[in-house]
């Protein structure tokens, strides 16, 4: 596959409304404002693939993008505090709808912001993909905020609270400098080939 000839293929507003997949499927999830359209746009090479917000919580859609053989899907951002409750129900409904739905999963990259603790919700998005089987790899966000030893402690860190065994993968990555893309472009290869 090819990540620099990724392109928009539709935005799907309730999962009622998902077409069935055609190809395996990376899909990327992680809080609102962690860098995900930043890192999305960052592995495809693209500035404005994905939209980096300066307003996070905007309408919860799902992003279909085609790359050869592959489809990418732009999960909603959660935990935006202040969204309407009705908006929150729109994330639940349209991310458990994806999963639920019988779909040719083969990675799920889920986005964690290295420089913090993880969040509850992060905790359950991985618990979740733990116990529902599914491949997935922890991307440690915006890794250039902080100095190469910070960045090791977190990432023990953060391995022990998110309960990753050993041969669980992590990634740290910073969009902002192009740290750890090529890993994850790696990663992403392996799991669809
Ligand atoms: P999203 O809501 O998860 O899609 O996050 P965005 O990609 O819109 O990024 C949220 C904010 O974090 C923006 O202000 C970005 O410029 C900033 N950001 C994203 N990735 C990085 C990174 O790797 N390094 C730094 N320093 N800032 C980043």
Do not use: C
């Amino acid at each position: 596959m090819n990540f620099n000839n990724v392109r928009f293929e539709r935005s799907f507003g309730t999962s009622a409304q998902l077409t069935p997949s055609t190809a395996p499927e990376v899909a990327f999830s992680g809080r609102s404002n962690v860098g995900k359209s930043s890192l999305l746009n960052k592995l495809f090479n693209r500035k404005g693939l994905a939209k980096v917000s300066q307003t996070p919580g905007k309408t919860a859609t799902i992003n279909f993008f085609d790359g050869d053989g592959v489809t990418f899907v732009d999960l909603p951002g959660y935990g935006y505090a202040k969204v309407s409750k009705s908006e929150k129900a729109r994330w639940s409904e349209l991310i458990e709808g994806y999963f639920n739905q019988d779909r040719s999963f083969a990675l799920v990259v889920a986005l964690v912001d290295i420089r913090h603790e993880a969040s509850e919700l992060d905790e359950n998005m991985i618990r979740f993909l733990r116990e529902a089987d599914l491949p997935f790899v922890v991307a440690l966000t915006k890794a250039d905020k902080l100095s190469r030893q910070q960045q090791m402690k977190q990432k023990a860190a953060l391995k022990r609270q998110l309960a990753l065994g050993d041969d669980a993968s992590m990634v740290v990555t910073s969009s902002a400098k192009g740290d750890g893309m090529e890993e994850l472009r790696k990663i992403i290869r392996d799991a669809v080939a």
